[in-house]
């Protein structure tokens, strides 16, 4: 333990969390402990978890702002969509079709974040905020008007409506304009959301202690000094935000395979601030507090439904006293000696 | 070191805090259940509810009649608690129609305590948003409580991926408004009040067709909205097949519903007589404004989202004269059962039923017929800690009967095919003097 890197033991703790929060729920479920609102939530939770990861890559880590992340959602989503259905017929293993589907809308997410990163990350100031920001409600607007039908032929497109899609009679609409997608097979499951979770954590803190990494970071906090020791401003900040959006894509797959439906109109400009609100919360450029703010604010409005009307309200509130809390000096010092005293009495037992 | 510690610590705050739900769920729940039944107590002293009941169990006797070769069960007597769950939008844009279903099911479960003290209903309902993620969370919370039925979901896109989950879990579910036939394909589970929007485009168009109310035709619809696209789709289809010519169809978003000059003025040069408005009120309203502002004279036909308009707050109602709708339901009905229950809905929140309030408060009343029956068909029937599996057999099997019919506020002889759709005539109505009348 004492030989491991500072970073290497936070980074195993991360892991640590993510299978405890695992364990504990399977074992519940099993158990029969669990309430159906909770385990309604778990795969919910895990997809908000993955895009606070991706977001802070982006936000935290690179030190750029994105206001468009539910967009690289959206594409993930409605790509993994029509890839498991399409796939529904020829691969009949459903783990093994979760996984197509995932990583399809997570190289189509990629390439968005290419054709959008491109131009952008050329450029210096709060390009990347207005341009993601815009590219969410196109995104959104698009995916109103894209009809996609499969037959035996394969895939249809139209952008008019549903019946210019030549299809044969016995052929599905997959996506149906603003109605979004219908009909999807459910397969996305707790074990395969948590597998997504350990694998975007794994590649995040890896590449963030890594020599690409560093390179981020120093681009972060210093263009100028970065650049003139010879780093390739371009191509760091398009590798963070790359990796970010295939990892929003792939949150967004594994997320519209657990509802029947998902619909463009979810992933508007309010899911991305959501997210942002998640990595704000957590603390900007910290993982763990991503993870752990994501999973919290995704329950909290659950948790509070016994208040009625006054939902929202209250949930507001918590947001604005989290804000004030962990910016406080004073309430700072106070968790800071109660930890300390934990600190001390371990110290003491060892 | 202390790091770790304080991860732990996190951590175990969270499962904490996680688990902490799933008690705390349960004595809300009971809370909420003691008020509806003080309240339901207190209604038992209304004597209006006369009239609901009357038809009612002219109804059930007369179905049972008709079922008289089962003779094991004539006047089996139905008693228990129910527990019903509304999941439909309380909060955000779309709250009028969760609040208007909730308040309707509300009269509705009031009387129906008021009844007999031997069947019983508690009433639950959850906020969804208008969100799927959200509905299928207030149904799970529903689940939680007990929930032996749903009235639900409100809207349509919620209702779909909530019916998905009721159709795993075997949960019979009656939704009031959510009128897409995504909604019940493939789930044997999932019934409808409504019409359907095949139904609704159709219709309009059939309508305007056979009244002759105009030549030529355009249409505004909202294009970023499953509702008014599905309605949109089955009227195209149904003018085709009539020879109705449709001159201009032109759309927006809920981004772009701020301004309709653009969609006015191409529904005018292309010499529109009458506008077909497959679309929510709101921006209705701006179409009737900006309408009259560039003294276009047009006729406005809309359907059951155009319902409500005229308790829309800051609108000149005006505007809306002679504005004909396709609705189920109109206030000004002068049937005791409409009446009694517009009064009702009046005093207790103050403003005039919409349709979709009309559809929350059938929707009781549809559970309670259907349990009756089968309660008189079977020798008696006692809900009371019964599983939602079992009454969703129950329920579907009653539904599915040909000889069931509900009369309600929105249709008198309701019958339901086996695919969950409804059947009752349409009513075309047209605004006159801030009113509805009947056409």
Not at chain 1, 88 to 117: D, F, H, Y
Not at chain 2, 230 to 244: E, K, M
Not at chain 2, 359 to 365: E, R, S, T
Not at chain 2, 368 to 375: G, R, S, T
Request: charged fraction near 15%; glycine fraction near 8%.
């Amino acid at each position: 333990m004492k030989k491991m890197s500072k970073s290497a033991r936070s980074s195993f703790i991360n892991y640590g969390i993510v299978i405890v929060f695992f364990v504990i729920f399977q074992v519940l479920s099993s158990a029969g402990k669990l309430s159906s609102s909770l385990s309604g939530q778990l795969i919910p939770i895990c997809t908000y978890v993955v895009m606070a990861l991706a977001l802070n890559l982006v936000v935290g880590i690179s030190g750029e702002l994105s206001l468009g992340h539910a967009g690289f959602m959206s594409v993930g989503a409605f790509s993994g969509v029509v890839a498991a259905v399409s796939l529904q017929n020829s691969v009949t293993a459903a783990p093994l079709r979760l996984m197509i589907a995932i990583i399809t809308g997570a190289l189509l997410a990629a390439v968005t974040g290419v054709i959008i990163g491109f131009p952008v990350l050329r450029l210096q100031g709060d390009y990347l905020a207005i341009v993601t920001l815009a590219f969410g409600e196109i995104i959104k607007n698009i995916l109103n008007c894209l009809y996609i039908g499969a037959d035996s032929n394969g895939l249809h497109f139209s952008m008019k409506d549903g019946n210019s899609l030549n299809m044969e009679p016995g052929g599905t609409v997959i996506i149906n304009g603003p109605m979004g997608a219908l009909g999807i097979q459910k397969i996305s499951t707790f074990l395969s959301a948590v597998i997504l979770v350990l694998i975007v954590l794994f590649i995040i803190q890896n590449l963030v202690n890594s020599r690409a990494g560093r390179a981020i970071k120093a681009i972060r906090d210093n263009r100028i000094a970065a650049e003139s020791c010879g780093l390739n401003i371009m191509k760091y900040k398009m590798m963070a935000f790359v990796v970010s959006a295939a990892m929003a894509g792939a949150a967004g797959a594994l997320y519209a395979l657990n509802y029947s439906t998902v619909v463009p109109k979810k992933f508007d400009f309010n899911t991305s601030i959501l997210i942002l609100v998640f990595v704000v919360l957590g603390g900007i450029g910290n993982l763990r507090g991503s993870i752990i703010a994501a999973a919290i604010l995704t329950v909290l409005p659950e948790l509070l439904r016994q208040f009625q009307d006054y939902r929202m309200l209250v949930y507001a509130i918590v947001l604005i006293l989290v804000m004030i809390i962990t910016n406080n000096s004073k309430a700072k010092a106070f968790i800071g000696s109660i930890t300390g005293r934990f600190t001390k009495k371990a110290a003491v037992k060892e | 070191m202390k790091r770790k510690l304080l991860a732990v610590l996190l951590s175990a705050a969270m499962i904490c805090s996680l688990t902490a739900c799933g008690g705390s769920a349960d004595s809300s729940s009971a809370d909420t259940a003691d008020t509806t039944t003080d309240t339901a107590t207190d209604a038992a002293t209304d004597t209006t509810t006369d009239a609901a009941a009357d038809t009612t169990t002219d109804a059930a006797t007369d179905a049972a009649a008709d079922t008289n070769a089962d003779a094991s069960g004539e006047g089996g007597s139905l008693t228990g608690t129910l527990k019903l769950g509304v999941v439909g939008p309380l909060t955000g844009a779309a709250a009028l129609y969760g609040n208007a279903v909730d308040n309707g099911s509300q009269i509705a479960v009031e009387e129906i305590n008021a009844e007999s003290a031997d069947f019983q209903i508690e009433l639950n309902a959850q906020d969804d948003e208008h969100d799927a993620e959200k509905s299928v969370n207030a149904y799970n919370n529903l689940k939680d409580w007990g929930a032996q039925a749903i009235i639900g979901c409100v809207t349509t896109t919620p209702c779909v991926a909530v019916a998905a989950e009721a159709y795993a879990d075997r949960m019979f579910m009656l939704t009031p408004s959510a009128s897409a036939t995504s909604v019940t394909e493939g789930n044997d589970n999932v019934f409808q009040l409504c019409f359907s929007d095949p139904n609704q485009g159709s219709a309009s168009a059939q309508y305007i067709f056979d009244n002759k109310l105009a030549e030529k035709v355009a249409v505004i619809y909202n294009n970023a909205d499953a509702y008014s696209t599905g309605i949109y789709q089955t009227f195209q289809a149904q003018a085709d097949t009539l020879g109705l010519e449709v001159v201009s169809t032109t759309t927006f978003t809920d981004d772009t519903a701020n301004d309709f000059s653009v969609q006015l003025t191409e529904a005018q040069n292309a010499g529109a007589e009458l506008i077909f408005l497959p679309i929510y009120y709101t921006p209705a309203s701006l179409i009737m404004k900006q309408a009259a502002d560039m003294s276009y004279d047009v006729k406005l036909f809309g359907v059951d989202g155009m319902d409500g308009i005229l308790s829309l707050e800051g609108f000149d109602t005006s505007l809306a004269e002679g504005v004909m709708l396709l609705t189920p339901f109109s206030a000004d009905a002068t049937d005791e059962l409409t009446s009694s229950f517009v009064s009702k809905y009046e005093s207790a929140n103050s403003e005039t039923p919409s349709q979709f309030a009309a559809d929350g408060y059938d929707c009781p009343y549809a559970i309670y017929e259907a349990l009756k029956y089968y309660a008189a068909n079977n020798g008696g029937l006692n809900v009371d800690g019964m599983g939602y599996e079992e009454l969703c057999d129950i329920l579907i099997s009653v539904f599915t009967d040909p000889a069931f019919t509900v009369d309600g506020v929105t249709g008198s002889g309701m019958t339901w095919t086996a695919a969950g759709e409804v059947n009752k005539a349409p009513k075309a109505v047209v605004i006159e003097n801030g009113v509805y009348v009947g056409l």
